[in-house]
């Protein structure tokens, strides 16, 4: 029997994400929270890229999935339901 690879976390359009601590550049708002817009492939077609748009901003950036978390109705965050 062949094993599935595992995903990190499962992301689509539409989802509240919060960028990680640690993660730098300079058009990431203070508060970090935005939503997931797209899902690309990333570079070598291997790993997953979500563009994101920030709230209360115009700013779209791609991040790999390991660099997003869930931001969830009761603001705990990066938890699974």
Known sequence: MQKTPKT???FKPGDLVKIRD????????????GMIVA???GAG???EA????????????KFH???????Y????EGENK
């Open 8 to 10: 990190m976390t499962t």
């Open 22 to 33: 640690g993660t730098h550049d300079p058009k990431i708002p203070d508060h970090r929270v």
């Open 39 to 41: 899902r690309t492939m």
């Open 45 to 47: 077609n291997r790993t």
């Open 50 to 61: 979500y563009t994101v748009v920030f709230l209360g901003t115009t700013e779209y950036l």
């Open 65 to 71: 999935e390991m660099f997003l978390e869930h931001v």
């Open 73 to 76: 109705e009761d603001n705990k």
